[in-house]
């Protein structure tokens, strides 16, 4: 009855086909161009290679690399579970993103009457589908291909949701993405996790280790969305300066906790070795603590410490936090994403705050009302329009002063935070249904399951088992 | 005998040094840099960052990674020919480029008695080389690497002549190359593989299968194709929104057929399980299905539904046809070449025509006239000079009706498949001379006979052994 | 005793904390934006979208993945060191550019007392990074992470300080790096290891080898290093068509070189076989050897034949020359960079000069005095007002003839290899201290000394032991 339980023939297509048909007809209803993309919009004052394609499709390229080769990689890090994290990334991400182009249309590219389509929208679909891939690395390993796909179906509308009602509402900055993108998808994810727990996997699971290879593939990962990380942050900035200052940020945040996490990996290890989930996960950690402040005047050493805390924080949680989560809290974080998005999240909302608090016209100049979009002067104030003249096309702002925006930033997480965690759990309920063919606990990790395997899938194991025969014979 | 007949040493280099000669001698005869490229073009109207390599190489370097990387990895999906997937891919694409810079040079940038260099006549050259490397698949572990070399010669002409003739006498529209590129190398492909008929491999080879690494290693190659293969389809379109659509087209036929096929891999599967063959291969079916249209204001739900269709029957030929070619009419078609360009380019061809059929000046504009610029009105017309107040520099057309360039289309598609398949067989005759090398039927999908292999090259099939040795005793 | 020697647990986190620490302290008291990235500097001139980062982010991103991936992937061929390889080129290169920042800064982007950052900075610390890593070359796999970032520290000022003196006082033109980059890297790393003999290596050592999966991950190195390396030689050059040449001639050299290293290895294998070593390294001669004149008027011809001539010349240099420099000189070059950079820069360094000799207004017009920038007159030349109406913001230069530019660019060779080789000589006595933790001989390229490793990680010789035993039996 197990295997029957698990088996995706008729569920797995069936939810895709019906998937299909929907997300097909919405867009055949609602999907049109944008109007950098429809040849209607084209007139003889059109100059093309001011397209916006051209400033917005070089991010995306980058950003592409990091979904697709990146995440696919970083998750290929078991053992015997290499197709899986790869293939079940590349799956999800796909419907993720080909779900978010509609449902965060409708929230943010919705105007008579049609979701209007560049690439921009893209862009955000790849944000939206980030977030459902964070989430996935709590629970890797232990979802079948359908559970992700009904995980994905439900969480990019919740994420929808919060994104408009942050950034319509509480108004914030977040660059980088530290609330909306890294602690939305870290507590969804941990949400989820916690009712999917399988007690049994607390005394840890056979199959739950790396291999030689799939380490060197998963740093290959690692590897992939460091390089490409400063598009990432930068990717929804203001052009010109802000984004400049969002890719040198993240540059050297990343790079102060690369060797920070090199030196607390070997501190920490009773050999003084270095351990490679360090290698492939705590070296990313200076990208998402230099996130909410990532575009401001905070200077360059402040983003290397900045890269510093995160890095730390993250190894610490890692060695202490996930342990206790897993044993006193239920929570079996499979990847440790509270510690690589959540803690470093929540420095980097605090970082943000700060910059914000000590954001003045000295250091910003007039731009400074572009940068913090909200602070600027209402549409009534004089000194609006004594602004404009100098950085023409500002908009009226809601004149918040640098402390009620620190208090909107802080409204942000508490919203973030609450709604992902809500969202997590009731998604968590829905993919306990049997229907969606949740793998038994000894079949977790494990590719055969969902793949036809090639014949020396499981070799490394049955060396040593030889090994072991022959010693003890 | 037999490995005398297959050893490189003498004619393997030799065939290189008499190439490099006339091709350096080619060269230095007759090839000098474009406009863009030759310092004494430079004015002082001239502005640095105008130049076209700005606008030319992204796209080249996406297409490079392509190339290299994705065409690489995908084809190094054997067990024990991992080395020669990846490395003869190399090896061919790069002697398959410098060849075709001279042979397409001569037909599309030569004047004043020269042919005029710069990054997009790479670009060209590159898709060339995909055509060179799509057939490539279809022999792929059954050729010696001098064979490579002789069908990269002899196919690259066959090609430009093609694209010769289908662009300046039929004049069509194909912007993502579904007719001069994909159904062109696969007929190309599969004329040579029928002459190179191996009776004894049609029972299967004992080597012709896969790895749990390899199998790895291919899917990230198929990551590395589709995340640029945006970039491919709209490499050669106008700039503006034309590129702009093209690059939302192929991302989202892409993406509808990554899921199709998940879905499709799981219910052809009799234990319900995923292929990795499919998510290698059949993935990839939307971004050829959207080709001949990508440009062209179809819908996205169009692009979406050809990526469905596109899937469908790539995956139904993985099942059903390829082994009906290969049993009956002596195909043996070693990566399914004629499915995921074959079927899927003539599905794009079609849809190509009926995008052609419905166009009309109320969705496009004028800019009608700048899509299908054989439907402009003739240098003679008085509505040209109207059209041409809309759209400043609009090239007089060839009044064309849309009838009228389907039917050219048509006849594209039939020369180029007839073209195609003649210049495969007749290579294919080539390529059975005894002193190309071919490999013993034994000796294919092997790596040894070409390469010098580390102690660990079989590993896993020694295990095999080992072990059924040990469960037999 | 051994053991505790190479312990890192103490000694290394000490080193990188100190250096953060220092590091930071400078950061924040002498580094801060560029004018193109501080908010401070925009006004209601400035056009975002011209900003510098648009310019230069798209090189320094193609430049990220060939330091973070080629090298990183390209590093980790040996068999039991694919962690060391690709781990401690990540571990080293984030360190040589965080503190290039700072080195180079000192030197090149210093006023009003500040380095000002931009992404500009980070391609040209990116370039310095590159020098450390090839110098890694000529140690990888007998050094420990400790002595990889002592190495880091001391190579990076040793490289500024000749930059400074040769950019500044012979003022030279290296477009692609070859004096500068090349054959600085390669004879520090010469210094050092000649200093870090290791007389029992010399008979060869057990582990000193390649898997199947490593060669294959270091060729997958090779092609991405091959894929942007356009972008890596023409990265510093003007913009405009000296880029655009710069762009043509790496690809058509490395495009010579790859087909001719394929040649060459089967031609001086016995059995006529393809060695990968060369394919992973040999391909790559050509972009070294077009490096000097890469900008110039040269033909696409030459960089043709200077691709074939750099890959012959590092072709037999791997098969003859580093085994007599290992024998007789002391100088173990485990990547052996001596052939990949040092020959390769030496034939381009000539090449370069053969440029410059040959340079003239009929073939270069104006742009001469551009390229050539020390040869336009000086200021109080008249002949400098008539250039400058043609070639809007020449500045003055040197009025030196084309002979003595000559004559600087041998200065120029010869300080870069002097001052690097003595560089890395003191360098190599340093790594000598013992609290450095040198591996000792028989856990030379072998990742158990620094990582927890997985069980699996010796499995391919462990096959091979049994499979011995069972022969034997």
Redesign the interface.
Known sequence: MKTRAT????R??LF??V??VI??AL??AF???DD?????????Q?I??N???Y?D??VF??I??MI??GF??LL?FF?LY??GG??FN??TA??A??WAILVQGYFQFYYDGKIH???IN?INAEFACAVVLISFGAVLGKTS?LQLLVMALLEVPVFAVTEWVVLNYLKINDAGGSILIHLFACYFGLGVTFVLHRPSLNEGHAKE?????S???S??GT??L???W??FNSALT????????A??HT??G???S???A???S??L?K??????AD?QNV?LAGGVTVGASVDM?I???AA??LG?LGCTACMLGYKYLSPFLAKRCRIQDQCGIHNLHGLTGLISCAAGIWAILVADEE???P??YE?FAHRAPVESDPQLEKLQ????GLKPGLGRTAQEQALFQVAAVFSAIGLAALGGLLTGFVLRLPYFASPSDDLCFDDRL????????D??????N??ME?TSA
């Open positions: 088996n995706l023939r008729v797995f297509p895709v086909f998937s299909e997300i097909v867009y055949a999907v049109t161009y950098q993309a429809d040849a209607k919009f084209q007139t003889n059109t093309p290679m397209n916006a394609v400033r499709y070089p390229t980058d592409q690399v697709f080769l696919g990689c290929a053992r290499g197709f790869m293939v590349f799956l796909t419907f993103i080909q389509l560049g690439v893209l291909p280790n790396s291999s030689y290879q380490d060197i593939l740093v290959m590897l992939f460091w390089v490409f400063p598009s203001f052009k010109g300066d802000d984004q400049h200052r890719i040198l540059f050297i990343l790079s102060a690369t060797i920070t090199f030196a607390l070997t501190l290890n050999n003084g070795k270095i351990t490679m290698v070296t005047m200077s360059p050493a290397y410490v510093m250091v910003y100049g731009s400074l940068i003249m100098m950085i023409p969902y793949f036809e395997v090639p014949r020396d899938y070799s490394p194991l049955q060396i040593n030889i090994m022959d």
